[in-house]
RNA sequence: GUGGCCUUAGCUCAACCGGCAGAGCAGCGGAUUGUGGUUCCGCAGGUUAUGGGUUCGACCCCCAUAGGCCACCCCA
């Protein structure tokens, strides 16, 4: 057993899978960048009041998967690092005086998020997630905008199917005499509620709506929806949503039971699901309206909207989905040697290849000839540069490692006959295909 | 946080009823020292997750701990 081992639910990213997450993270900015979306970066911990605050201190997230830090000092502030990247980006806003910017303001982060669950298959305490959010534009049309921004992420990162789900779970004007509603339908049946639930209708209610239980479920059919009981304000806002969704032809699928797991959502929530599965931990992307959050912490009345997806989950889909990963480029050229000492010149040949922007890896060590032939096949380099005896007139061989031909080239010339080879290389791959 | 299943080499897995821990892959080296991915040979890699217990004897049975996984909870 190795002395040291990464802690429970966090996991060592080797180059494989990093490279993928990059790939995300790239498709993710640029798509960001196109819809006008500016990267923003806010610290891995605050005061935990922030999340406290913002997202409620009732939900689970605050209550049992905060990650706190240890005050050093006896009254030292409660810290805790980020479950989500909303809040953090909120506080941000306020405090900066973004209200003064022209509205709305558009962010995009993408970086670590931590919660203290008990690990499972695609759930860590530490995970991935790009996010954007649309601070001071109450919608509707924002709200499409940022659905269907959600809809292209998969597409571009090549997840051919997923489902969106879609609800509206209102505002502070409706929500509260539809939760009202809720409660007393299911103390009227609350004899066909296990005891569970029963504890949960008074904390949650709104949590009975996705209950996996039977009884449940079968209360549920007949149980009044948030979607008939919306304020004509939100009625007209959600209409409309679905409308812009329509425009820009977004599919999605009404999901009246959906509720957040975050206090602060209003109007528009939604969940990203892989085509198929929905359920456990499969989510791979949500978000939603949060009109009063600004607000709660500290700042003046302020809409907004924000979606977030886990880019662990999205690589995690990708793989069970059998979609391979890009492979990562291959090496143009390996210098080789077969004078075991030359390590000087191999270095200055592979240095002015890659000023001359070829990607060369230099053989350092001291194996002969054949071991870093197939060390550098192996590796699936193109071209091989063999520094031999020629040197003493200025030559070195130029090995196509896939024809297994070679010619001498002088170095002088060598960076220039390395780039038209790639290229009449790579119109071969093409012609191939 | 609750319940259950699992843990043997870097990876995937063997090892009869409790009786000497093995293979494939990956790694490294060699096959008469300037030419590669195949092939052949070899080397290295283990306190059987960790700590106790039972036993003449434990990878195997029992207990605890850690980690992983599944379900719940909940989300990304």
Redesign the pocket.
Known sequence: ?PMF???????DLLPPERVGLARLERIASDLAARYGYRPIETPLFEQSAVFERGIGEV???VE??LFLLAPREEDGERWALR??PTAGIVRAYVQHGMQTWPQPVKVTMTGS?F???????????Q?W?FDVEAIGDPGPAIDAEIIELAARFYRDAGLPAVTILLNSIGDSVCRPAYIEELSAYYRAHIGDLPP?ERA?LER?PL?LL????ERVIALNAAAPQITDRLCDACAAHFAAVRTHLHAVGVEYQLEPKL????DYYTRTAF??YPAGA??????????GRYDGLVELLGGRPTPGIGF???L??VLLALGTAGIAPTPEPAPVAVVVG?DPVDTITRLRIATELRGAGIVARAEL?N?????Q?????????HF?V??????ADGHV?L????????RPVSVSSLARELERATKSHRHGEAKQL
Not at 5 to 11: E, L, S
Not at 259 to 262: H, I, M, S
Not at 373 to 381: C, N, Y
Not at 386 to 391: M, R, T, V, Y
């Open positions: 057993m081992r990464a802690a429970r639910g966090t996991r939900t689970d997230v049992k998967e479950p989500e998020m919660r203290y669950d008990r690990p499972q298959a695609g759930r860590f305490r995970f997630q569970l949960r949650a949590r996705d209950s996996k239980d509720v957040r797991g975050l969940e990203v929905t359920g456990q931990q499969s989510a791979i992307g949500g978000g977030g997806l886990g662990d989950r077969s060590g194996r002969k000839l054949g071991k032939l197939e060390a550098a096949a192996r590796d699936g380099a091989a063999i520094i031999g005896d020629e040197l061989q090995r196509d490692l896939e024809a297994g031909t070679q």
